[in-house]
Each structure stands twice: as C-alpha cells, then as structure tokens.
C-alpha cells in the first residue's frame, strides 16, 4: 500500500512538473488554456502530449487523434420523464479546445496537497480464488470507511462481458471535508477496474460540485481522470474533472446522463462512449490494454450504483438524494435506468426479465432496489434506484 500511494505520487509529480514546468523535459506548452466559471484552468495538450503516452508501455503507440473503436455506435433511446443531458453542456468556453488537442483538468500545488488525503481506493474482491463463493470471506474484509448499495452481475468466474452501460441521475449530496459521495459504473475482472459517473469530492476536486469522473485500477496503480497515465482521450469534448452544469432537483427538473463502456472486439481495448447530441454517442476516448496486466478481452463483473466514503470518526454523507428506495418513484430517488451488458462478442444479454444481485453494505443508512422491468416503457426498462441518507 506504501508502494502504491509512492508510485500514485510519482505520477502526479510528474504531472504537476508537465503541467506546471513547461519547460521540463517531457511537457510541452498547451495549445490553449481556457478558465471555465467554476474556476477550473483545462489546458488543451497536443493529442501526442497528452498523459496516458507517459505511460511506459505506451512509449512505441501508434494511437492517433482520428482513432476510433472498431465497433457499432448504439443509438440512444429517448428519455421520456427526464431530460438527458449531453456534452454540450460540458462545452469548454472560449471554443472550448482545439480539434487535436486534448482537455486535461490542471491541478494546482494546492490540489495535488490535498490529494495526499485521497482515500486507498475501495476493497475489490478478486473473482479467482479458491473462496470465490464464500461471500463470508468477502464479508469479512474492512470497509475502510467506503459503504456501497449496488446492483451487480452474478457471482460467476465464468462471466464474460464486453461492455455495459447505464443512464444516471444526476444529483449533489452534501459531502464535505473528507467525505464523498459518488454513482458509477464499475468493470471488473481480478484486479482490474474501470469505473465512470458522477462524484461529489472535495479532497480530489476541491468543492463541493458534481463531477464526471473516469477511475482507473491495475491492482499496483489507481489514479481519478487523466491524474495517471491511463487513458487515452481522442475528443478534445472530454469533460473529465467538469461539473455537470444540469443537477436534478426532486421538486423540479430531472436530468441524467447516459455512460458505455465497451470492449474493442479487435483492438482489445475498452472505450468510453457518452452522448453528443440527443440521439448520438461518440467515443471519448479508451483505456488501452497495453495499461492493464490482463484485462485485454472481458470483464467477469459488472457493478452499478452508490458508494460513499468518509474517514474514521467522521459521519457518513448522504447518497445519491438522500432519499431511500421505498417508494417506486424516480423522481425523488437516484435511479441508474436502462443498464445493460454487452457479452464477449458485443451483443446485448437480455437482463429484462432477471433479477440482479443488490448488495448495501450499511441497510441501515442505505439501500437500493432492482427492477428488471421498471414498467414505464423502453425507457427505463432494467432500473435501479439506490440512496440513503447517511448519518445525518
Ligand atoms: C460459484 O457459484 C457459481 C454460481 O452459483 C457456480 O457456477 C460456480 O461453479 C461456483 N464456483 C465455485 C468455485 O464454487
Ligand atoms: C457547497 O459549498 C458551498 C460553498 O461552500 C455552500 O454554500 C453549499 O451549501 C454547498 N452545497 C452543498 C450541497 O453542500
Ligand atoms: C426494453 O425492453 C423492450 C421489451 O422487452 C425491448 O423491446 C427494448 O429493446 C428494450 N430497450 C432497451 C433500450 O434495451
């Protein structure tokens, strides 16, 4: 764990230096630097620049700006009761950046001091070993101060996923100081972890708003965003490390946002898609397979839904609207609607007519809810609401 948090801050010095020294030895100036209104400096890097690349099996890539994934591009169900936002929304002022470039969220002195406050990355149970099955062994491992209420796959370590993908709620519980308060949606198989969604963190971001973030862990390294040589960004429109401009409110409007994570069937690596517009996704960008030790063809599970995190001895935020799942309704409680999975050839499993597992770490103070047919149209199909209040 020493280990980890020492290579965790080698890579962001090294970034700080390539951020803040243009005239280190690898950084190279940014094409623009663009100050949004929430205070926030993104840089647009040359494509070529850009983090992932300083990974050192990415040293002889030959990853260009016009990659795309070798796959079909879902079109998106319309919303009926919300309103799905897009990136848009998350457009950088000024232009935003350069085609070519890419947007990297740069972190202060002050940021990269308060990251040494960051949380070990949450406990990940691996799906190889001979106590597989025993969900008390699982049990048994400390929380360390994370609390979960999800929606999972099937414990089975035969599963093999090419990709999947929710449409969230968006929405700010309070999180303060240490805490934080997030939705995702979680691939896994063995060490290896991606995630995307939403989060309220203040140690990663400094404040209190909503963000989309992306999480990388190969079981050595883990980093938020572009914080680490992970990711590869071919859309000078992604948003990592931006506020949500739209934040649903129980009493009035209600917005969400659509993630994809999907599988190269013939490049092996694994694609973020969000929407562009009303009935488009683009590819934003891909975690290459090169970063992994072995996660080049499929996931074994697939996680959707709430997790919280505070540090001992401090009380435990609300998640998602604070609101339990007791009443079906998705307009006071954090939904997660029409979640999908993909299996190894990239066809979609039928999950319309099962159950899935629901796991809530602490059913006192959160809970959450599987409905394979949510029974308001295609729209919202398998759904999931999940959220509680915390230790309010
Ligand atoms: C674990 O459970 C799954 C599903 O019930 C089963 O298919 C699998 O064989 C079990 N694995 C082990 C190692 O017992
Ligand atoms: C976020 O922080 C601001 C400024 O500190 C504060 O006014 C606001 O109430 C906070 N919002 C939430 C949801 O905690
Ligand atoms: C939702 O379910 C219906 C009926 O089972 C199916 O025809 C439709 O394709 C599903 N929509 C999505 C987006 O999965």
Redesign the pocket.
Known sequence: MVMNRRIIEHFLIVLFLCLMNYDGVRGKPPIKTIKTEYGDIFDCVDFYDQPAFHHPKLKSHNYHPQMKPSLFMMKVVDPSKSITDTLESMKLPDGGCPVGTVPVRRFTKKDLTRHKLLPEPEDNFVANGNNFNDSKARRKKPLKGYNTAIVSTVDNPNNKFGGASMIAAIY?P???GQQHSACRLKLIKGKNIIQVGWRVDPTLYG??RTRLFIHFNDGTNSCFDLLCPSFVVVSELSPFGQPFRHISDIHGEHFDWAFQIKWDQQKGNWWLFLQHMTDQYIPVGFWPKEVFDDFGNYATRVEWGGVVYSPAGVLLPPMGTGNYPIIKSALSIAYCRNIALLDDKGQYIDISNSNLPTTSTNSLLYSVADYPNYGLGSDYNHTILYGGPGEL
Do not use: F, I, L, P
């Open positions: 700010n309070r999180s303060t404040d209190n």
